[in-house]
DNA sequence: ACGTGGTGGTGAAACGTTTGTGCAGATCCT
DNA sequence: AGGATCTGCACAAACGTTTCACCACCACGT
């Protein structure tokens, strides 16, 4: 390791100067000539500042954690990739946190705070985890923000259209003609398929129609859950023409349960579903969605964290609150959506 | 904060005492009742270790970097959870670098190690990069292990059983009884790909088989690059009756190629493809894979990263070099794979 | 009474930074 | 010429932890 005196030595001038100089301090007067030799030695030596000593001396780690329930879901990298990126842009690195050890409630997520491993955390929280729970759970409110997982008194929080993904996929419907429209939902307490479902019923009202309860479930985003329901729906007497699922990975798993049921999509069952990945391409046929700026809202996020970190610096008091809307959910048509049947 | 002096006050002891006690230290000799009222005292008040004391006094800081080429490629997620699996279980916390500012070469993948900020780098290289050059991008080498990215010597490196995944790939097509079989592989200097190639040549020629030049191409590892790879190879005269695909995401391109192209997989075609994600399940027809121990080589890579940090300790003389065949790679029979045309 | 040895701790230095304060010497003003 | 001001840098403390070295005290044997 080199350190400062290391470089202080070779340039023959104090610790304290090296340390000025390397940081730009506005406050030191000194000599054009010294200052250029301080630069000199330092690049001669590949000085580099020891994290643990800056940390230590700034207190701030410049480092933050993002938590996620499970990476291998398609539906969080964009997310990941955001929230790095403006991360990056802030010199902050993102410690990531998917595994069950480090999610809310756990040791291990306690410790990325109390230890200040991180200046702060950037929290997506899994469905299994009821909001209560993880509120409860949460040590330091003021260092963290909730990704489309509010909302929590007293918590910045940080979300999606989700309504206006809602209504963008149900419009759709609407406009090919559908009127038999369902629903496939998040879990029963998902606030995300809440909203999304609002958005639905929203637009269905706007036209004189509603959201038939049997037309509806709440079994889960999974594909598997999502497999479950469709045959639920699809059952149902008159069946749905149309369904809005509310997530990309059980739209998929409607697909393939309506497949083998003997439903062709597009010609008997349109289906479009919340969330852009990109095996909606690949699946057959490919399935039209409402495309989120997830990388955005994670760039967002980092935003609020970071902007409350500078402010509050201690009692947080300023929780903001923002849904991301740039850019705005968008419509992606692909095969899985036409005209109802006999029209 | 509440640091080891507030304990130490509030036990009516010193700051060492504390600090032994806590991380037991087996050279103290304490009076039992002592030590619990400090136990008592820490619990009381809630210390937690500051991490950035504790760092720069050990000099060590329980993180480590995994470098990844893109999280939204699901080829690599497997390999981030057992990273971060196996990682905590070493109490490290891992920090996710996949942003093009932190790939090797650049400024902000020097500044890992040179800062200090994480104790070992874990390295997936990206296919744009040659290995040549990443080799040179290595200040550390002693604190960095490759994954799936060698070899370069002097540098621990740990890779799949890629012979092994090719061999499988290919016996099951000749199991079938196809002979006239291609390779679609990755870009030239790929070693993974070149590595699969060679066990695909190597069952062949077991079979008294050659695989044809004309019936082999390396354009990439993506679904794009595999759209144009399948293209070439299905217009050959003859055409292969069968394809191995060297990774998963080209071998769903190819998919789509051959449907684009009106020849019916598995009837006219056969695909296998290397790697086993989620989508291949999704795909029409569902995509036959060989599975491989992704998530087993990240733990494992993460045993040599902080092995080589306890032995080597400055002078990094023991480079490892292993091949991670437990559990091995695994055919996982789908809907692509059928016996030959007029069979 | 006096060394000896064990018990139960305390003190201080060090890790590498950052930053408020001090202090020589030079320059300037009158 | 003598104080005031400015220039250019050095000193030292502090962040929180770990760990080596040391010491006061007591009991014990002689």
Redesign the pocket.
């Known amino acids: ?1 080199v ?3 290391d470089v202080a030595g070779h340039a ?6 090296v ?2 100089v ?2 730009s ?1 506005p ?5 054009p000539e ?1 200052r250029s030799r301080v630069l000199e030695s330092a690049r001669l030596l590949r ?1 580099a ?2 994290s643990a ?2 940390s ?4 701030r780690t410049h480092l933050l954690a993002l938590v996620v329930p499970d990476v291998t879901n398609a539906t969080f990298t964009d997310l990941v990739n955001g929230v790095e990126s403006r991360a990056l842009d802030h010199d902050y690195s993102v410690l990531l946190a998917s595994s069950p050890r480090m999610q809310p409630g756990s040791d291990g997520f306690n410790r990325l705070l109390n230890e200040r491993l991180v200046d702060g955390v950037l929290l997506q929280k899994g469905d299994e985890a009821p909001i209560e729970l993880v509120a409860r759970a949460l040590s330091h409110p003021e260092r963290t923000v909730l990704i489309n997982s509010g909302p929590v008194s007293g918590v910045a929080t940080i979300a999606i259209d989700d309504v206006a993904a809602g209504v963008l996929a149900t419009r759709h419907l609407l406009d090919l003609g559908h009127t038999g429209i369902g629903y496939v939902g998040g879990v029963p307490a998902s606030d995300t398929s809440d909203r999304r479902q609002a958005g639905v019923v929203r637009t269905l009202a706007d036209a004189g129609l509603t959201l038939a309860r049997e037309h509806t479930t709440a079994l889960g985003y999974t594909y598997r859950s999502a497999r479950d329901a469709a045959r639920l729906l699809l059952s149902r007497q008159p069946a749905p023409t149309a369904l809005v699922v509310g997530n990309v990975n059980a739209g998929i798993g409607v697909l393939t349960e309506a497949a083998q049921m003997g439903i062709r999509v597009p010609d008997e069952l349109s289906v479009v579903a919340i969330h852009d990945i990109w095996p909606a391409i690949t699946c057959a046929p490919a399935l039209t969605t409402v495309r989120l700026p997830m990388a955005s809202m994670g760039a967002t996020a980092v935003d609020v964290l970071l902007a409350g970190l500078e402010t509050s610096d201690g009692d947080g008091t300023d929780t903001t609150s923002r849904v991301v809307d740039d850019p705005a959910p968008e419509l992606v048509l692909r095969a899985s959506t036409a005209p109802p049947p006999g029209s």
Not at 56 to 59: A, D, G, H, T, V
């Open positions: 390791m350190t400062l005196r023959g001038v104090s610790v304290s100067v340390s000025r390397l940081n301090d406050s030191i007067r000194i000599r010294t000085y500042p020891n000593g800056r230590l001396r700034r207190s």
